[in-house]
């Protein structure tokens, strides 16, 4: 099993539409979860860290659940600048600080 | 305020050779890792500096081995290329272990 799985996608969506973003972690003992976000052939870029109480910023909203091991990122009113891929990272274990990423998931938003 | 800068920003090279890529954390940051991200996967993590000692390792060899500087920027090098190498090589700087990671533009490394 992968340690970060995500549905690679292409997820095609229009302007204004509400996409969710789902992953699933194996590591049980991971302490920090993230976003990034990844345009083409550029460094990702932290979008948001994800808090188990859940979390708002604007338009995105990320969701941790511990128990299943699965976290998510909804963004809602998509924009055409939303067009990316998404990069759900755990750091490895309590003690290590090193980010595991998924593949990413692939959004293109269309007007 | 600079953020993560690496150098060079392309490189291409032959199988068996050996690389020096660099990169210079954000003002303030401590913290050095590196990653390997191949074309059409996630980055995945090759090692993490702190105070000038390798403090965690990923599931790479030997041939890639790093270093960290007395003023934060840091070294990754490649020894015995291999095509398999290819790919775009970033780094990333937080200020302590623990706190959130920003990733420099990264060197596009092609091995032929």
């Known amino acids: 099993r992968k340690e970060v799985e995500q549905d690679p996608g292409p997820f095609n969506v229009p302007e204004g539409a509400t996409v969710a973003f789902n992953c699933t972690y194996s590591?049980?003992?991971?302490?920090?979860f993230f976003w990034y976000r990844q345009d083409c052939r550029k460094e990702p870029k932290l979008l948001m860290s994800?808090?188990?109480s859940g979390n708002e910023d604007g338009r995105f909203t990320a969701q941790l659940n511990r128990a299943s091991q699965y976290i998510s990122l909804l963004i809602r009113d998509s924009k055409l600048s939303d067009s990316a891929t998404y990069l759900c990272?755990?750091?490895?274990?309590?003690?290590?600080?090193?980010?595991?990423f998924g593949k990413g998931t692939t959004l293109s938003v269309s007007s | 305020d600079a953020g993560v800068t690496q150098s060079p920003t392309h490189l291409i090279k032959t199988r068996g050779q050996q690389v020096t890529l660099r990169c210079s954390p954000k003002?303030?940051?401590?913290?050095v890792s590196w990653y390997q991200q191949a074309l059409g996967q996630g980055p995945q993590f090759i090692f993490q500096?702190?105070?000038?000692?390798?403090?965690q390792r990923g599931n790479f060899p030997d041939r890639f081995s790093g270093h960290q500087f007395p003023n934060y920027s840091s070294e990754l090098n490649v020894n015995a290329l291999l095509l398999g190498d290819s790919a775009l090589y970033l780094c990333?700087?937080?200020?302590?272990?623990?706190?959130?990671?920003?990733f420099g533009d990264g060197t596009r490394l092609s091995i032929l």
């Open positions: 990333a700087s937080s200020f302590s272990r623990n706190q959130p990671q920003h």
């Open positions: 590591n049980s003992a991971s302490q920090s």
């Open positions: 994800v808090y188990s």
């Open positions: 990272v755990v750091n490895g274990n309590q003690a290590g600080t090193a980010l595991i």
């Open positions: 003002s303030g940051h401590d913290t």
């Open positions: 500096y702190y105070e000038e000692e390798e403090r």
